[in-house]
């Protein structure tokens, strides 16, 4: 168990709709990664969130956005979801900002299905 | 922002070979190199790492090699058994966030 925590597990739901992901970091840990990997498909940085700002950016669609809150859980909201959006969504935390040093412990994840 | 290449896609060895996975960045910068092992259906989990003031790391039957001038790291994996497959990926740091390779889907044949 990594310390960090991600819900729901499995979520399915329509074409156009709209999801939000939930998760937790380990405790002390101020960065939150997310991540999106397609079935066969390597891991996709979408953002990162440090202590509430969002500090860096990656391949992340219009449709969906994220936040981290004081209590420093984030949320990943999608929208207008289409097919193509059915994936893992995996959360990861750090204890600082930067790629540098900074181990990054993974969520047990989130399986979207978009049907 | 940096680039990781990983190779190979798929590796299959019989138990109890040796697996190299390789992979390169292009950011001279990068300090940190950390390996993820991902089982099926779960999530990745550190297994090894190594920061550039070293050449080799060993952990048990795991090793991680650099090379900073050829900006290229490797995993070796000794004496592999059927709990070593998986798919293996590579990262490397930027400013903000690691950078993942693309993956090995490593199999080890009984």
């Known amino acids: 168990d990594s310390g960090v925590t991600q819900t729901p597990k499995h979520l399915i739901t329509a074409t156009g709709q709209r999801v939000t992901l939930r998760c937790s970091p380990r405790?002390?840990?101020?960065?939150v990664y997310w991540y999106q990997q397609s079935l066969d498909q390597g891991l996709q940085f979408l953002i990162q969130?440090?202590?509430?700002?969002?500090?860096a950016k990656g391949n992340i669609l219009e449709r969906f956005s994220a936040q981290q809150f004081p209590d420093l859980h984030s949320e990943l909201n999608l929208s207008s979801l289409e097919l193509g959006d059915s994936a893992l969504y995996f959360c990861?935390?750090?204890?600082?900002?930067?790629?540098?040093?900074?181990?990054?412990?993974f969520g047990p994840g989130t399986r979207l299905t978009v049907l | 922002g940096e680039n990781v290449e990983q190779h190979p896609s798929t590796l299959s060895v019989q138990e109890g070979d040796s697996a190299v996975i390789k992979c390169t960045y292009s950011?001279?910068?990068?300090?940190?190199f950390p390996w993820y092992k991902q089982e099926l259906g779960k999530r990745p989990q550190l297994i090894i790492d190594?920061?550039?003031?070293?050449g080799e790391k060993k952990d048990q039957r795991i090793a991680v090699t650099l090379n900073k001038t050829a900006k290229h790291f490797s995993l070796h994996i000794t004496e592999t058994q059927p709990e070593d497959s998986a798919v293996y990926f590579c990262?490397?740091?930027?400013?903000?966030?690691?950078?993942f390779g693309t993956g090995t889907r490593l199999t080890v044949i009984p």
């Open positions: 969130y440090y202590n509430g700002e969002e500090r």
């Open positions: 405790s002390g840990d101020l960065s």
């Open positions: 990861a935390s750090s204890v600082g900002a930067g790629g540098t040093v900074n181990e990054q412990f």
């Open positions: 950011d001279s910068a990068s300090n940190y």
């Open positions: 190594i920061r550039s003031n070293v």
């Open positions: 990262a490397a740091p930027g400013a903000n966030n690691l950078f």
